[in-house]
């Protein structure tokens, strides 16, 4: 059974529309991260949550948002997606940050036009 | 601060030969070590883990990697190759135990030739 879960798999969107990836999770976990990974490059952190306290990477662009309204479910917000941005995104959730490990979600590959 | 090196973007064996995949680390303090496998369009799935309790640590599909604090090294091995190990493997380290500040290398493609 699928215990972090990305919908959808594969979105396309408009350069400049507004896109939303949404993650879901049913392992009660208290930590959902949110990696941005392009194309035969390592995963790169964007940002976490921690319970509902948000953890911004100092590097991610202002362009990316996110939110957490349960423990549940996690959204990744793109508010103007450049060509830049197509990547894979991945969903991961860990009990806790410390003396853990994270599960990861399937993905979503994100295509820009 | 922490970083991962991985010899080798991408290594070939030929089915039922040794996989070696090389990782070196830094970190300036006790680090926690990983191992992941990422399919093709999937996301990455944990074989193993170092957490400073044994230096040869088991994973899954028959992976092993060794801890060795003088080489700085966590190379993961497995004793034959499988059609189905081919895939991309990432060494990953983290700051002691925090795993927020996990640093994961650029990632080795695994190919096994029939």
């Known amino acids: 059974d699928a215990m972090v879960i990305q919908n959808p798999r594969y979105q396309v969107t408009q350069f400049g529309k507004p896109v939303t990836l949404s993650c879901s999770q049913t392992l009660n976990h208290n930590v959902m991260y949110w990696y941005q990974q392009k194309s035969s490059q390592a995963p790169k952190l964007l940002f976490h949550y921690y319970d509902k306290d948000f953890n911004n990477e100092a590097d991610t662009p202002d362009n990316f948002q996110s939110r957490r309204p349960n423990t549940s479910f996690c959204f990744l917000d793109i508010r103007s997606p450049g060509l830049g941005d197509a990547a894979m995104y991945l969903c991961?959730?860990?009990?806790?940050?410390?003396?853990?490990?994270?599960?990861f979600g399937q993905g979503t590959r994100l295509t820009v036009v | 601060a922490q970083s991962v090196t991985q010899l080798g973007s991408h290594v070939s064996v030929s089915e039922g030969a040794l996989v070696l995949l090389r990782c070196n680390y830094s970190?300036?303090?006790?680090?926690?070590l990983f191992w992941y496998v990422q399919y093709p369009n999937q996301g990455l799935q944990l074989l193993l883990k170092?957490?400073?309790?044994?230096?040869l640590v088991k994973g899954i599909n028959g992976f092993e990697a060794e801890f060795k604090k003088s080489e700085t090294s966590f190379h993961l091995t497995k004793p034959s190759a499988h059609m189905s190990d081919a895939a991309e493997y990432f060494c990953a380290v983290s700051a002691g135990t925090s795993y927020d500040k996990v640093i994961f290398g650029p990632g080795t493609s695994l190919s096994v030739i029939p």
């Open positions: 991961a959730t860990s009990r806790d940050l410390v003396n853990t490990e994270a599960f």
């Open positions: 170092y957490t400073s309790a044994a230096t």
């Open positions: 970190s300036s303090v006790p680090p926690y």
